[in-house]
């Protein structure tokens, strides 16, 4: 089993739909939980980031966690064409990256919002 | 805030030569920086984790000797990719945690290596 498992999708939606993402997990040590978004041939952009469970919200995302179901999502409320990308989620285990605690991603979803 | 480039974006050599990637924190200085590499339809794999004036650590499975890696200021760390061959033709990302917040991580456009 991956410790991080995402569906690819891809994942078609028209404008203006609630789009849900999840990635779930194994490693029950993670405590950090990011959602990055990746447009074609570009680097992976922070869009949000949760510490442990819980919901985080900013502007039309929102992030909840679930460590008892190892399970993170991404809400886009209202989705717009400019959304259409690949978003990753990433975890780590602890409060410093690389080799001690580096972040682990999913795959990516690719979402595709149609006007 | 928090942006961070990368040079080139797209670079084609020969097989047997070097290229050198940089990556540079632009607005925040960058106490460690990562170097990822990116496979078609595939996850960002971490390579290394660089610390700046500090030997980088390499992950499990990655060539120190091919794969050099230098952070050599709070702003700039390159990844020389040594006698390339078509192989590591792939999309290699950097990123960068500004002091004091580790948890953050920006990444950079990435740098599309084509070795023919």
């Known amino acids: 089993q991956k410790e991080v498992e995402q569906d690819p999708g891809p994942l078609s939606v028209p404008e203006g739909a609630i789009v849900s993402l999840n990635c779930t997990y194994s490693?029950?040590?993670?405590?950090?939980f990011m959602w990055y978004r990746q447009y074609s041939r570009k680097g992976p952009e922070l869009l949000m980031y949760t510490y442990s469970s819980g919901n985080k919200e900013d502007g039309r995302f929102t992030a909840q966690v679930d460590k008892s179901s190892k399970y993170i999502s991404l809400f886009i409320r209202d989705s717009q064409p400019s959304d259409s990308a690949t978003y990753l989620c990433a975890m780590s285990v602890s409060y410093y990256g690389g080799s001690q605690g580096n972040l682990i991603f999913g795959k990516g979803t690719k979402l595709s919002v149609k006007p | 805030g928090a942006v961070v480039s990368q040079h080139p974006s797209w670079v084609i050599c020969k097989s047997g030569t070097s290229v050198k990637i940089e990556c540079r924190s632009l607005d925040f200085q960058a106490t460690t920086m990562f170097w990822y590499r990116q496979f078609p339809k595939q996850s960002l794999m971490l390579m290394a984790t660089?610390?700046?004036?500090?030997?980088?650590?390499?992950e499990q499975g990655v060539e120190k000797d091919k794969f050099l890696i230098n952070h050599a200021s709070l702003t700039l760390s390159t990844l020389t990719v040594t006698s390339a061959h078509p192989e590591d033709s792939s999309f290699y990302i950097c990123s960068a945690s500004p002091a004091g917040k580790p948890y953050e991580q920006y990444f950079g456009p990435g740098t599309r290596l084509t070795v023919t």
């Open positions: 660089s610390n700046e004036g500090s030997k980088a650590t390499y």
């Open positions: 490693n029950s040590a993670f405590q950090y």
